[in-house]
């Protein structure tokens, strides 16, 4: 019995031990709340919003079961103490501040109480939004500065505008409207960079809080409209704009490669003149600052780099066979120096003149007429010019240019009734504004020697080569009336037994000679003697409708007849000796559009050349080559002299050399005045040995020109 008494008291002392909780120095159970090592969980998940009365709710998550609650401490700005605010029971997990008192920042921190123990802090701030995008702008005159930025703060009493100081501290210089985004003042004009800062603030219990940071923005003083001119090869202009009242003076830096000049000037100078010797290719740095005390402003940079077009040969005068004067042309318009450099076609090139920086003519004296020369021009601030050879050979020398209201006529051959002789230097034609006047002038003279009134309809005129008699046709007439040249009073009149006339030609003989139908088609060649006005038929054509086209060569010895049957040429060829001996005819399949002087050589002009046939074997002797040849069947597009070739196309007017094909041009004129015009035809005079080069112009109301020009042996661009 004793025994079952003690085994029972050990029995429960054991089981007494295994059971009781030991003494906290005893426990080390980190999730036993009792435990010494017992962690106690933050709360977290933190959170707020705003309730519909503009209340502020924070938020936070329960993490644990042991907790018996939470507390709440609230803290208004950086430098405040924390105060407690709330004491929550475990099941709640949310507060309402309704206070409405908030500063920048509004921190709210949560802790969870655990037997008289806290948990880590749970920090909840309060972001009442943000400024973003502020910009700063100064107005042009310097005058003003227009702030504008983006703000989304839910709980603010306005902006503060502030203006930093030298130590950069910020002072505030305006207040600004909880919903204004943008404002303009005036420009403080502190120092040469201003610092400005917005910052939103809030009226807590009386006092203004500022302390949330916003973004800044500068605004540079600094020199405006800064101007590099080159006003010559050694002098350089800096200009720029007096942009403030109370700068000291400008600091002026000049870089040129590795070399720099520093200059300064006082507040009442915005340019700055720079001597010294610059070429091409140098690139030059300006750089100009504002001095205010000790401080520079921000800096206006400009770089030039120096890159002017090269001098240009614009003309050459001819003197004598030995003696030229290369004029010069500058496209900069910058005054420099310019070096004449000349070789032969075996030499080098040799320094061979100088110019002075308003000069721009050069002139040789002792060239060889035989010998090709080279030259090119260089210069400071530009690359080499282009070189170019001259020779000397027959080229077009320019006589003179008259103008259609000098003429008070348009002469473009098809437009107005003309008559030019190859003998005289004279030209009659139909005068087409105002009253109708037949009007001669001398091309010699550039004057109009007479004038008087005109019949109506008239529709070709031509005069003899001893101007005294002037002869007209009539459109749907078959009458040619002869008036004299002098007075212009109407000799008589010729009335043909024909219904139409065509061409009429003067044969140098006393005879007129004209192509005449009666129905259109079918026409005939007839003389007609001027002393007694008999007809006689040279010869009768059946040519499909097609005029046949008369022409006398230029010693009046020959007349060839040309028509075409059946898409073939025919060329009837007659003597003129008082009567028309025929010499026989040929039949080609191409298109004369001139011929040589005695007629016995065709030149035909097709797909962009020139070619040339024996008109009597139909053989092709040669052809010239050039792209701007126009396909024409007009026998005044072309002029034949003595082996030279006279070609009027739209942009140019060519001297070809027909005896040597391969290298035919001798000479062109595309200058301003002929490439801007279309063409209207080509007259040869040979009293004074002068070319009519006549255009009409397409870019100044198609009005027409007379270009004279004579071929002479002169010095000029050496030949393609």
């Known amino acids: 019995m004793r025994s079952s008494i003690i085994l029972y008291i050990l029995a429960s002392l054991f089981l007494l031990t295994e059971c009781s909780t030991a003494p906290d120095f005893e426990r080390a159970n980190e999730n ?18 705003f309730d519909s009365d503009g209340n502020l709710v924070i938020h936070w998550e329960d993490n644990t079961d042991f907790e018996d609650g939470y507390q709440v401490y609230k803290k208004l700005g950086t430098n405040s103490e924390s105060i407690l605010i709330a004491e929550l029971d ?9 206070s409405k008192n908030y500063s920048y920042p509004t921190i709210y921190q949560v802790i969870s109480q655990v037997n008289n123990k806290s948990s880590d802090t749970l920090t909840i701030k309060i972001d009442f939004g943000k400024i973003s995008d502020l910009t700063s702008e100064l107005s042009d005159d310097y005058e003003t500065i227009n702030f504008s930025w983006k703000s989304n703060f839910e709980i603010t009493d306005g902006y503060l505008l502030q203006i930093s100081d030298q130590d950069d501290t910020f002072q505030t210089i305006h207040t600004i409207e909880a919903d204004q985004r943008s404002i303009r003042i005036p420009n403080p004009q502190q120092n040469l960079s201003q610092n400005f800062r917005l910052v939103p603030y809030l009226v807590v219990e009386g006092d203004t809080i500022t302390d949330y940071k916003s973004n800044i923005t500068t605004t540079y003083l600094k020199p405006e409209e800064l101007n590099l001119t080159l006003i010559s090869y050694d002098s350089l202009n800096i200009s720029w704009k007096d942009f403030i009242s109370f700068e000291d003076g400008y600091k002026i830096r000049i870089k040129n490669g ?24 140098d690139h030059i740095e300006v750089i100009v600052q504002a001095l205010y005390g000790q401080f520079l402003s921000e800096s206006s940079k400009k770089l030039l780099i120096i890159d002017e077009d090269p001098i240009q040969l614009e003309s050459i005068e001819n003197h004598n066979q030995n003696s030229i004067t290369l004029h010069l042309s500058d496209p900069s318009n910058i005054d420099r120096p310019k070096q004449i450099w000349r070789k032969t076609q075996f030499g080098q090139f040799e320094l061979i003149g100088e110019l002075d920086t308003d000069q721009l003519s050069f002139t040789e004296t002792n060239l060889d007429q035989e010998t090709i020369y080279s030259y090119y021009i260089t210069s400071p601030l530009s690359e080499n010019s282009e070189s170019f050879e001259i020779d000397y050979h027959l080229r077009f020398k320019k006589i003179d240019r008259i103008t259609e209201s000098e003429l008070e006529a348009n002469l473009i051959i098809g437009l107005t009734p003309v008559g030019v002789n190859r003998y005289s230097d004279k030209v009659v034609y139909l005068k087409k504004r105002g009253n109708n006047e037949i009007i001669i002038y001398d091309l010699s003279n550039k004057t109009i020697l007479k004038r008087f009134a005109a019949p109506d309809n008239i529709s070709q005129l031509i005069f003899d080569k001893n101007e005294e008699y002037i002869y007209i046709t009539f459109g749907g007439s078959s ?19 024909y219904e139409n006339i065509g061409d009429i030609v003067l044969d140098g003989h006393g005879n007129l000679i004209t192509s005449v139908s009666n129905n259109g088609l079918d026409w005939a060649v007839v ?10 038929v040279i010869y009768e054509v059946v040519s499909d409708g097609y005029q046949p086209k008369i022409i006398v060569s230029n010693n009046q010895e020959k007349l060839v007849l040309v028509y075409q049957v059946d898409n073939l040429m025919n060329y009837e ?5 008082g009567s028309f001996d025929y010499l026989g005819g040929k039949t080609n399949d191409f298109y004369t559009t001139t011929f040589t002087d005695n007629l016995d050589t ?5 797909n962009g050349d020139i070619e040339i046939y024996d008109l009597f074997t139909g053989t092709k002797l040669s052809t010239i080559q050039h792209y701007d040849i126009y396909n024409s069947h007009e026998s005044n597009s072309l002029i034949i002299l003595q082996g030279l070739v006279v070609y009027q196309s739209e942009s140019c007017t060519y001297l070809f050399e027909f005896s040597n ?3 035919p041009i001798l000479d062109r004129l595309c200058d301003d005045s002929i490439a801007s015009t279309g063409y209207g035809g080509l007259h040869y005079i040979t009293k004074d040995q002068i070319i009519v080069d006549s255009r009409i112009s397409y870019s100044s109301d198609f009005d027409s020109y007379l270009f004279l020009l004579k071929i002479e042996k002169q010095w000029g661009i050496e030949k393609e």
Do not use: C
């Open 32 to 49: 036993d709340p009792g435990s010494s090592t017992f962690n106690i969980p933050s709360p977290s998940g933190p959170n707020y919003t």
């Open 90 to 98: 475990k099941n709640t997990v949310t507060y309402t501040d309704d």
């Open 258 to 281: 590795t070399e720099t000049v520093e200059y300064q000037t006082d507040e009442n100078t915005t340019k700055l003149n720079v001597e010294g010797k610059f070429n091409y290719n």
């Open 479 to 497: 009458t040619i009336s002869i008036y004299d040249f002098d007075s212009g009073t109407l000799l008589k009149s010729l009335n043909l037994s």
């Open 527 to 536: 003389s007609v003697n001027l002393s007694d006005l008999s007809e006689t």
């Open 573 to 577: 060829y007659y003597t003129i000796n």
């Open 602 to 606: 065709a030149f035909v002009t097709t």
């Open 661 to 663: 094909p391969s290298n």
